[in-house]
């Protein structure tokens, strides 16, 4: 069992009608199903309005034949379903809950789920039925309302490139797990200094400035014709270099194949803005995370590209708490 806390005094709290309290009678609210440990808008409000637009682009349960997002969690990790059996699960930055989809519904964990936007009630109305393993948060990796040393499990996939402290959000997802437990996440690789040229990192400056209405209309209205361009550089042999350029997600390397050309749309929009609107975008080098899982006390076990779903690839760091 999980004690819950005051993140900002480490107090315990209990349950009350509308929310938690602690004895100095600091109380979060419960708002649309899940209870709220951050008290205003944040840097990760953009998240909050791309989930609750895009609340089930990618929901594999939603869409026929869809794996994705159970084979990326299952192939990242390395875990077994049958062996996460009972155990206390920690998932950070939830967005709108498609790997908290998978392990509810592929396990039986007792999963504990946080995300410091709005996203969180986007998750809810996609796996709030699951309310007897299911306990959600609105809440920051660095105020999580759980003591240290409390969970058999942490996973953390594509949130930490948008934290502004790479490091200090692995330091903050080791200490809760228990001594012997594992963490795992996966994010933005650096793979050298080209990693940065491309029309994501020239453009951010201006894009992550707009407000969110403004920037998903550009890129609703401009998608359709940048899809033709991105698979005709691709189909003339020019799209590794030429796609960099053109302002639009990278389809061969992040989007499902055989999608309908409508689903296709939608989830290269999602994408899209996904690349553009987020205020931090820090990639970092895997031998790097690796070196500071080793620094906070954890054994590495795995740290490299993963390949899943028939050949997408995710840098990945795993490690077991000593
Ligand atoms: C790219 S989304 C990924 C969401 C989900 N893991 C997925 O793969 O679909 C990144 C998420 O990290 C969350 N995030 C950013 N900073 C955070 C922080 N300090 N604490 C918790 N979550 C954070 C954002 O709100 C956003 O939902």
Redesign the pocket.
Known sequence: MITLINPYNNHPVVEKKEGYEDDTGEFFPRSEGVVRFVKES???D???F??NKFQKT?IDRVHKNLSH?RDRFFTVSGWDKDSLKGLDVL?????????SQVILDYTEANLYS????D?VAANYRNNGHHSDRFHLFQ????EMPFKNDSFDKVF????LQ???DFKK?VQCLIEKAKPGGEIVVDFYAVKGWWSKISAKYILRPITKRMSHKRLLRIIERNAGWMIKCSSFFQKIGIGKVANRFLPICDIEGTIPPGLSKENLKELVILDTF?MFS?E?DHPQRVEQVAEWFKEFNVEVTYAGLVSYAGGFKIAAVRGIKK
């Not at 946080?114 to 936007?117: E, I, Q, V």
């Not at 809440?139 to 660095?142: E, K, L, Q, T, V």
């Not at 953390?156 to 949130?159: D, K, L, Q, T």
């Open positions: 944040n840097y990760a953009n998240f909050g791309q989930w990618q997002s998932e950070v930055g939830s967005g709108a809950g498609r790997f946080l995300d410091y936007s996203a809440a920051s990796i660095y953390c996939f594509g949130v948008h934290t502004p959000s996904d987020p931090h």
